[in-house]
């Protein structure tokens, strides 16, 4: 496992949308790997492939339940709304009060290619919802509401 870089905002890899990944291979599973070293490294709930150069659907979440591993995920259902504080890796030092689902079910694949469906509430599913905007290309600041310049807890 290797520590990235994370690509910081104005960077316009993060405006890209993110290709399927095709090749559940020893180089998927060593940015997977790579990128949850990366996030743990950064304190961060979650990041996607692109936040470090990447541009292949994949991202690792990590919301105190253990580490999650999402290929080609794409949101099935949703429902409810949480309007909740949102900060992200590649743009730090910046918050935003962002509305989004309060439940989402969330299909993808793990880093073998079997296909599962993840049903996320709260913090999971606003983290979900962050990283998929992330592979299509999506920053959180387009989704704010309302600023706040407090760190997250």
């Not at 020893?26 to 492939?49: C, F, I, Q, S």
């Not at 993808?108 to 049903?119: A, C, L, P, S, T």
Request: charged fraction near 30%; glycine fraction near 10%.
């Amino acid at each position: 496992m290797a520590y990235r870089n994370i690509v910081k905002i104005g960077d316009s890899i993060l405006d890209k949308k993110s290709r399927k990944i095709e090749e559940f291979d020893e180089r998927l599973h060593v940015l997977l790997d790579d990128m949850a070293e990366t996030m743990y490294k950064e304190n961060g709930a979650g990041l996607a492939a692109v936040q470090v150069g990447v541009l292949k659907r994949v991202f690792v979440a990590d919301v105190g339940e253990g580490l999650i591993e999402l290929v080609n995920p794409e949101i099935i259902e949703f429902e409810g709304i949480q309007e909740e504080q949102e900060g992200c890796l590649s743009v730090p030092g910046e918050y935003g009060i962002t509305s989004r689902p309060a439940t989402v079910k969330v299909k993808g694949q793990n880093r073998q290619g079997k296909w599962f469906v993840y049903k996320a509430e709260g913090l999971k599913a606003r983290c979900f919802c962050h990283e998929i905007d992330h592979l299509d290309g999506v920053l959180f600041t387009k989704r704010v509401i309302r600023k706040s310049n407090e760190e997250i807890e």
